[in-house]
């Protein structure tokens, strides 16, 4: 017979999610700073490009739906599209083109030089998101990557502009990690519009 989990068996499943949340912490500056470009794309006209593969996917449409229709009343909504979400788009690009392509395409078809792309990867040689910011840098979109582990290609790369890392090698921390981050983005963007003169001029209302 199985034993039951001890308040030692909990106590070790939180202190394992301790140190990669205490590190986001530390990364304060970075959060802040890519929470600013952010806000001044928005303030700009620019919209928010999220994607993602695996579990990540739906991160990406989680972060897309909270900007455009926040959960909180009173704060403004926001533009921005999942690239995850149209699986006819999605499976007829990977079966003629191949999955690394998968976003850089849309990128190139959907995106412009004003927005935000946004990517999110677990594992750290995701060729697919990779190429994605890549494709969105080319174009003059800010870009920001939500990594995992040490950060691996997508952090060492010089097409991001902004890189949050969840310092864990279980995929299950990070998926946490990366959901407290996103959710610090769409807090703190919306801090930065309530800020009078924070974003400069060139302000859409």
Request: glycine share 10%; hydrophobic share 50%; charged share 15%.
């Amino acid at each position: 017979m199985a034993r039951s989990a001890t308040d030692d068996d909990v106590a070790a499943l939180f202190a394992r999610r301790e140190a990669p949340v205490a590190e986001l912490a530390g990364q304060a500056g970075a959060v802040a700073s890519a929470c600013h470009a952010m806000a001044v794309r928005f303030h700009q006209g620019g919209k928010l490009v999220v994607f993602g593969t695996g579990p990540q996917s739906t991160d990406a449409a989680h972060v897309a739906v909270e900007f455009m229709h926040p959960v909180i009343v009173g704060k403004r909504a926001l533009p921005a599209i999942s690239l995850t979400a149209d699986v006819a788009t999605i499976t007829g690009l990977a079966a003629s083109r191949g999955t690394a392509g998968i976003f850089a395409h849309q990128i190139a078809l959907l995106a412009e030089p004003a927005d935000i792309a946004l990517g999110i990867a677990a594992g750290t040689a995701d060729r697919s998101v990779l190429r994605g910011l890549v494709a969105a840098r080319e174009m003059g979109l800010l870009t920001i990557a939500l990594t995992g582990g040490d950060g691996g290609a997508i952090g060492a790369s010089p097409a991001v502009d902004h890189v949050l890392t969840a310092r864990s090698s279980d995929p299950r921390v990070i998926k946490e990690v990366h959901v407290t981050m996103y959710h610090l983005l769409w807090e703190l963007v919306h801090v930065f519009f309530e800020q009078p003169g924070v974003l400069g001029p060139g302000v859409i209302a």
